[in-house]
């Protein structure tokens, strides 16, 4: 069976064309740059070297229904926004769109996917005090950061990857590898 939703790009345009009431479900929307429309979470690297159209065909955002199919919404471009995955799964389900617009505006703003990867490894390295010693020690016989680096890329390459990410312990566990690595 064919999905009976709009192709992302045309609830994009939709959207974009601003129909009454737009506002209160696109507060993050920018036609050119793919985001979640409720928190504005987006990847840099959707739009490499891409038009917007294919970017937001390629970006990992879901197509919601703002009244969801099984309580009567229509499967149209004005039922329809686009949401990262925990937003998806976070959003409500329920008669009165009104409740969508609530949840939106309450709605935390969540960071690029690139910064939450940088975010999680100065924490992981926050809980790994024996791997800022071991950069220090580095640095004090004259190494180079890209030194510590190329440690690091050989632990992390022997690590599994679960849904895409790498967790939290699985970071830790790679800094205190390169430390011990490091350090005489
Ligand atoms: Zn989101």
Redesign the pocket.
């Known amino acids: 069976m064919t999905d009976p939703r709009p192709p992302k790009w045309a609830i994009v345009q939709y959207w974009a064309n601003k129909p009454p009431g737009h506002d209160v479900f696109t507060p993050h929307l920018d036609p050119d740059n793919p985001c ?6 987006f990847s840099e690297r959707w739009t490499e070297g891409r038009s917007p159209r294919k970017a937001w065909e390629r970006a990992t955002l879901e197509r919601a229904h703002i009244v969801p199919a099984g309580l009567e919404g229509f499967n149209a471009a004005s039922n329809i926004i686009l ?2 995955s ?2 998806h799964r976070d959003s409500p389900d329920w008669h009165d769109p009104w409740e969508m617009a609530v949840w939106i505006s309450n ?1 935390d703003e ?1 960071p690029s996917k690139e910064m939450e990867h940088v975010d999680a490894w100065l924490q992981a390295a926050g809980r790994v005090p024996l791997f800022k010693v071991a950069l220090s020690e580095v640095v004090a016989r004259g190494g180079s950061a890209e030194e510590a680096a190329g440690v690091m890329r050989q632990h992390a390459r022997r690590a599994v990857v679960h849904s895409g990410e790498l967790s939290q312990g699985t970071m830790e566990a790679i800094l205190r590898a390169t430390a011990r690595e490091l350090l005489p």
């Open positions: 979640c429309f409720a928190c504005g979470w949401l990262c925990p937003c709605r969540r």
